[in-house]
Nanobody, 128 residues
Framework: QQQLVESGGGLVQPGGSLRLSCEAS????????IGWFRQAPGKEREGVSF????????YYADSVKGRFTISRDNAKNTVTLQMNSLKPEDTAVYYC?????????????????????WGLGTQVTVSS
């Protein structure tokens, strides 16, 4: 069974850090971009960060550049998002997803497309 399982969400104060992880099982990430979308209450889903499983190229939304870092471990079929200097506006449900495309193309298309794999999401809340 192919699936993505997220972990690492939670509650953190503004300025704090969290690390999200996503493990793929039942398939390999060769030739796939993988990373994170997020959706806050009342807002549209947006692409946060993605990384290529082939050449390591990355995409970051402007709102997270310089604060978030994405990395992958192809041998373990995992991707990690290190989130630093968190802000209240980072509060959202974060979804791990993978697609047979580039990180840049995936980042600007936050809809589920045929052939995608998506996780169930993990809540990140930034609040004092």
């Amino acid at each position: 069974q192919q699936q993505l399982v997220e972990s690492g969400g939670g509650l953190v104060q503004p300025g704090g850090s969290l690390r999200l992880s996503c493990e793929a099982s039942g398939f390999t990430l060769d030739f796939y971009a993988i990373g994170w979308f997020r959706q806050a209450p009342g807002k549209e889903r947006e692409g946060v960060s993605f990384i290529s499983s082939s050449d390591g190229s990355t995409y970051y939304a402007d709102s997270v550049k310089g604060r978030f870092t994405i990395s992958r471990d192809n041998a373990k079929n995992t991707v990690t998002l290190q989130m630093n200097s968190l802000k209240p506006e980072d509060t959202a449900v974060y979804y791990c997803a993978t697609r047979n495309t580039s990180p840049q193309a995936m980042g600007v298309m936050p809809r589920f497309l045929p052939g995608d794999y998506w996780g169930l999401g993990t809540q990140v809340t930034v609040s004092s």
